[in-house]
């Protein structure tokens, strides 16, 4: 019940109206008492910022050559443990009708193989009888054909005559293959071991907070000449998303406990990515017998084993890649991790909430508090907080003062005042908003004033006055 409805109900008279005025001015008096606008949070004005407190700029940034993160093609495909042949010998390995098997691939990319399927060993030998152990690595198809030629054809017992008519073929029937896992956290590329598939999560960030994601891995099988970061990138999705860090991560599982790898001595190419780990391993201890201590700085990601590959880099900036840190083998990941880290927060007259900056471009003030406004990012409500920003021109009272909290890298905070109408005309007011800032959007004292009077003087009033005209 409004508290001047007794008075109301007894005078029904314009003194009644007048009693009612005076008491709603009393309350309000003593609530302007103990109003927080009046005693604002104060800053240095940001025209005074100093450089170390301004963010790296995000902008110009260019997409690196992604060519660059596919291996260099070989001239000719070497044989390896894995790859599978196609291997007929007749009298030997072949079938009492005298037919030849023939395999045609599914892929355009390889040609049919000739022959029955026999297997590179782990010791890159194959196995054909009756006791014959040939090695065929690092050998061509032509070269492993006359490897199997000159074990059967010559020596003291050859068991086929140099110039006889029997025929001996061998050809590649099925490429080696490399098993690699693949973790993305974007939250619009989700995909399962049939490819992918509709997002779970199509609006990603809604409400202006960062909505709920979850891990996605998939393990993919690569030929040889394919493992590498470029096809396991086109694999799953292509690059990195916007909602995604800016960088690759390529866990080596053969680096893992290789205390004796050095990275300088690993050949680089040119036009690629350099891995600046700047780590080298300690020397001294066999492969695979790690001392626990040499692993305690490797359990993130800024492990020396873990290559970095950026995906954007600033113009004219030299980058340099080396072949190994972008071919994938056996038991190597590939991880994109989500940057929901990369969050500014809002607070004061703009409500609550968190809100991730842009990846690729520069976010000012004034841009930041755009954002605030728009009703689709959750921060809503601004006109029964009391009104909002002088952005928005309203002929409500709006509020010009803005401190933004920037924690410096020791920890400690450092408030920025920013005068609103000032930042519309003067750019040295527009500082960029950078990872971690806080947004206090608040009155000054003759705004809150206004804005108090406004708020509720005249909407109490205005219901005093429609009390007493229905008395």
């Not at 297997?119 to 152990?133: A, C, F, M």
């Not at 500014?344 to 000012?364: S, T």
């Not at 924690?407 to 005309?425: C, F, H, M, N, S």
């Not at 960029?432 to 009077?453: C, H, M, N, P, W």
């Amino acid at each position: 019940m409004f508290p001047g409805y007794n008075v109301f109900k007894t005078s029904g008279s314009l003194l009644g109206v007048r009693r009612a005025i005076i008491l709603v001015c009393l309350m309000l008096t003593s609530g302007l008492t103990g109003c927080a606008a009046f005693r604002p949070m104060e800053g240095i004005p940001a025209r005074y910022l100093s450089e170390d407190l301004e963010p790296e700029s995000r902008r110009n940034k260019k997409t690196i050559n992604m060519a660059l993160l596919g291996q260099t093609p070989p001239a000719e495909y070497r044989l390896d443990k894995g790859d599978v042949l196609g291997v007929y010998i007749e009298g030997f390995l072949d079938s009492p009708e005298k037919t030849i098997p023939t395999y045609y691939p599914p892929s355009e990319e390889q040609n049919p193989a000739i022959g029955y399927p026999v297997k590179v060993r782990e010791d890159g030998t194959i196995s054909l009888p009756p006791h014959k152990k040939i090695s065929v690595r690092g050998l061509t198809e032509a070269e492993a054909e006359a490897a199997v030629r000159k074990e059967y054809t010559e020596g003291d017992n050859p068991l086929i005559k140099a110039d006889g008519p029997a025929a001996i073929m061998v050809s590649l029937h099925k490429k080696r293959q490399y098993t690699v896992t693949v973790f993305r956290q974007e939250r619009n590329n989700d995909f399962n071991s049939n490819g992918l598939r509709t997002s779970f999560n199509p609006d990603g960030i809604g409400g202006g907070v960062l909505s709920n994601k979850r891990g996605m891995g998939r393990i993919i099988r690569l030929p040889a000449g394919n493992n590498d970061v470029l096809h396991a990138l086109a694999e799953t999705g292509g690059p990195p998303g916007e909602d995604a860090e800016n960088v690759i991560y390529v866990v080596k599982r053969n680096r893992l406990c290789d205390p004796c790898l050095d990275s300088s001595a690993i050949p680089t190419r040119n036009h690629a990515y350099h891995s600046d780990f700047g780590h080298s391993f300690t020397s001294g201890v066999p492969w695979g017998h790690c001392d626990l201590a040499l692993l305690d700085n490797r359990v993130s990601l800024s492990a020396p084993h873990i290559v970095r590959i950026p995906i954007r880099v600033n113009p004219g900036e030299k980058v340099e890649i080396k072949e190994q840190d972008i071919i994938l083998e056996d038991g190597d990941h590939v991880f994109i991790e989500h940057r929901d880290y990369d969050v500014f927060y809002i607070g004061g007259l703009l409500g609550g909430g968190v809100v991730r900056l842009p990846r690729d471009r520069d976010l000012d003030v004034l841009e930041a508090i755009a954002i605030a406004h728009d009703p689709a990012k959750g921060t809503g409500g601004l006109r029964q907080l009391g009104g909002s920003s002088i952005l928005n021109r309203d002929v409500t009272v709006g509020a010009s003062n803005l401190i933004v909290v920037r924690r410096r890298a020791d920890g400690t905070q450092y408030p920025i005042k920013v005068d609103l109408r000032e930042a519309l005309q003067n750019p040295a007011e527009r500082i960029r908003i950078q990872e971690g800032d806080f947004l206090f959007l608040q009155y000054t004292k003759s705004e809150a004033v206004a804005a108090f009077i406004e708020r509720h003087f005249i909407d109490w009033t205005a219901v005093a006055i429609a009390f007493a005209a229905f008395q």
